[in-house]
C-alpha cells in the first residue's frame, strides 16, 4: 500500500478489521477456499481520492472461471445446498444480513477507500440497501410455489407445476456501486436455490471479496458462491459464454451488454441485462422546486453521477425555467468535496483515471456545442479524480451531451412549452431507464406516466429504490429486471406435470 494511502486511512481511523482486509494479499474465492490466480498472475488496484496504488487482486483466468463454473455445478446437483431445505436456507441468508449489519463501517469503509464513494451514502445506500435486499429476498424459499391447472383431458390426470431453480447463475457487476450490486446479483438466486459464480468490476472487487469472509462465518456451503476477480474482457466474457452457466445476470454498461447477451445465446442460457441510462426529469410550472432540488441531490450528483438511473436530463416548463435551473445550480455548487473517508463528504472522486477524463472531455464537448454553463464545468487539479457539479443549461436534443450517458456529476437542462413536448423530449433517446415527473396535478401525473418509456418512472422524487419493487430497462436500457419478485422468477425455471390417475 502506499503511504498516501496508508495516510489516508490513519487520518480517517478506519476499523483495524478493515486496515487488516486492505493491508492483506487478495486472494479470491472458488469452491470454498481462497485461492490466487492460476498463473499466479494479479492487477493493481487505485485508490481515487489519492490517485495512488492500493493493492493487487488476483488476474484470474479462463481455467479460473471453469473451475468455479464445475464448483458451482457440483454444489448445485448434489451439494448441502442442493439438500438443503427451503427453510435453512432463509435461515442463512438472514445470518448473512445480520453478519453485513454487524459489521457495516468495515464494509463502507472497505468500499469507500476502494471506490472512491463518500462514506456516508455507502453507509446508508450500498450497505443498508444491501442489507435490506438480502433480508427481503431471504423471505421467499418458503414461498416458492407452482401452481394445479384444471385441466380437461379425456380419462383422469392430474396436472401442476414446480417451480425449480435455474442452475448456476453467472454474474457480472460493474463499479459503481459494486458492493450493492452484487448483493442485488446473489440474494434472488440464493432465495430460488441457485449456486452462482460472480465477476466484480476489477476497479472495485475489495468489498465482495471481504463479504466472503462473512458467508464462511455463515456457514454458506462450499461452491455455492464463487468470486472469480480479473479483466472482463477474459473472465467476464468466458463466464457468460460458459455451457455450464444457465443464467447470465449482467449490469454494466450497453455496450458491453450486447456482446454478453449474444455470448449467453450462443449457449440459449437465460439472460438479464441492467444497462446504462439517460433518465430524465420532467418539472411542470406547478411543481415543488425543493423536491426537484432534493432529487438531483438524490440522483445525479449522489455517489459523484455515477448512478445508471441518474436524472441527467432536466426538461422544465419554461414558466419556471430560470427559477428551477438556479435553485438546482445553488445546491450542486455548494456541495462539499472531499475524500470519501471524510464524514463530512458530500461528493468524493470518480473512479479512475479513465473515467476522469471521460467526464473532462464531455464537459468540454458541451461549452463547443453550445450549453450554457449555470455551475461547475471543469475537472479539479489532482490529486484525486474529483469533477465539480456541473449543470448545462440551454441545451438542445441534437447534443452529444444530452443524448449520451456521461456518468458523472452532470446534469444538462432544457425548457419546453407544453405537456406533449415534454413527453416527446423525454422519450427521445435511446436508453429507458427511469424518468421522473414533478407536478401536483395529480390527473397530470396519471396522464403523463403511461407516457413515459421508461422501467421505473417517480412522481415529485427520483431514485427511490426498494428491493420489493422491480427495478430494470426499457429499450437499450436493458432486458428483464432485478429486485421483487419479478427478479426472482428470472431464477426458477417452470416444471410442467401430468399424472394419469
Ligand atoms: P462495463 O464497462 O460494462 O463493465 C461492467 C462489468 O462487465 C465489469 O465487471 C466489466 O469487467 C465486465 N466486462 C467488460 N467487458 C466484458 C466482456 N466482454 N464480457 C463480459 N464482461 C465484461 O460497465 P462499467 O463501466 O463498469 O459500469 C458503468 C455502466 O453500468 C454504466 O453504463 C451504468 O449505467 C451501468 N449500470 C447499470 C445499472 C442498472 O441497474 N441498469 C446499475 C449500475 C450501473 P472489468 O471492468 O473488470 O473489465
Ligand atoms: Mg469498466
Not at 480517517?12 to 499466479?40: C, H, I, K
Not at 432486458?479 to 416444471?495: R, V
Amino acid at each position: 500500500m502506499h503511504e498516501h494511502v496508508s495516510n489516508y486511512l490513519d487520518q480517517y481511523n478506519v476499523t483495524e478489521t478493515a486496515r487488516r482486509f486492505l493491508s492483506q494479499a487478495q486472494r479470491m474465492y472458488v469452491d470454498g477456499t481462497w485461492v490466487e490466480a492460476e498463473t499466479g498472475e494479479t492487477m493493481e488496484v487505485y485508490e481515487p481520492s489519492t490517485a495512488t496504488l492500493l493493492t493487487h487482486i488476483p488476474s484470474g483466468t479462463v481455467g479460473d472461471v471453469d473451475r468455479a463454473v464445475a464448483a458451482a455445478r457440483s454444489a448445485f446437483e448434489d451439494g448441502d445446498w442442493a439438500r438443503m431445505t427451503p427453510r435453512d436456507r432463509e435461515r442463512i441468508m438472514h445470518r448473512i444480513a445480520n453478519l453485513i449489519d454487524d459489521n457495516a463501517q468495515t464494509i463502507a469503509e472497505i468500499e469507500t477507500v476502494d471506490n472512491g464513494k463518500a462514506i456516508i451514502g455507502c453507509l446508508d445506500a450500498d450497505v443498508g440497501g444491501s442489507v435490506e435486499t438480502l433480508h427481503y429476498m431471504a423471505g421467499w424459499p418458503t414461498k416458492i410455489e407452482g401452481a394445479i391447472r384444471s385441466v380437461s383431458t379425456p380419462g383422469q390426470h392430474f396436472a401442476y407445476t414446480l417451480k425449480e431453480p435455474v442452475g448456476v447463475v453467472g454474474a457480472i457487476v460493474p463499479w459503481n456501486w459494486p458492493f450493492n450490486m452484487a448483493m442485488w446479483k446473489i440474494a434472488a438466486p440464493l432465495a430460488a436455490g441457485c449456486t452462482i459464480v460472480i465477476k466484480p468490476a476489477q476497479q472495485t472487487s475489495l468489498s465482495l471479496l471481504y463479504f466472503m469472509e462473512l458467508c464462511e462465518q455463515a456457514g454458506l456451503p462450499k461452491g455455492v458462491l464463487n468470486v472469480v476477480t480479473g479483466r472482463g474482457s477474459s473472465v467476464g466474457q468466458h463466464l457468460a459464454a460458459h455451457p455450464g452457466v444457465a443464467k447470465v445476470s449482467f449490469t454494466g454498461s450497453t455496450e458491453v451488454g450486447r456482446t454478453v447477451g449474444k455470448a449467453a445465446m450462443e449457449h440459449l442460457a437465460h439472460v438479464t441485462l441492467e444497462l446504462g441510462g439517460k433518465s430524465p426529469m420532467v418539472v411542470f410550472e406547478d411543481a415543488d422546486i425543493e423536491r426537484v432540488v432534493n432529487a438531483t441531490q438524490a440522483s445525479v450528483f449522489f455517489n459523484a453521477g455515477q448512478v445508471c438511473s441518474a436524472g441527467s436530463r432536466m426538461y422544465v416548463h419554461e414558466a419556471v425555467y430560470d427559477d428551477v435551473v438556479q435553485a438546482v445550480a445553488d445546491r450542486a455548487q455548494a456541495m462539499k468535496l472531499a475524500p470519501g473517508l471524510d464524514p463530512k463528504s458530500e461528493m468524493g472522486p470518480v473512479i479512475s483515471q479513465q473515467q476522469f477524463e471521460s467526464i473532462g472531455n464531455y464537459l468540454q464537448l458541451g461549452e463547443q456545442e453550445g450549453a450554457e454553463v449555470v455551475c461547475g464545468g471543469h475537472t479539479v487539479d489532482g490529486p484525486g479524480y474529483f469533477i465539480q457539479p456541473t449543470v448545462f443549461g440551454r441545451t438542445d436534443n441534437s447534443m452529444r451531451i444530452v443524448q449520451e450517458e456521461i456518468f458523472g456529476p452532470v446534469l444538462v437542462a432544457q425548457s419546453f412549452a407544453n405537456e406533449d413536448e415534454a413527453v416527446r423530449l423525454a422519450n427521445d433517446n435511446e436508453y429507458g431507464l427511469a424518468a421522473s415527473v414533478f407536478t401536483s396535478d395529480v390527473s397530470r401525473a396519471h396522464r403523463v406516466v403511461p407516457r413515459i418509456q421508461a422501467g421505473t418512472v417517480w412522481v415529485n422524487t427520483h431514485d427511490l429504490i426498494e428491493s420489493c419493487m422491480p427495478f430494470g430497462g426499457y429499450k437499450n436500457s436493458g432486458i428483464g429486471k432485478d429486485l421483487g419478485p419479478e427478479q426472482l422468477d428470472h431464477f426458477l425455471e417452470t416444471k410442467t406435470v401430468w399424472i394419469e390417475l
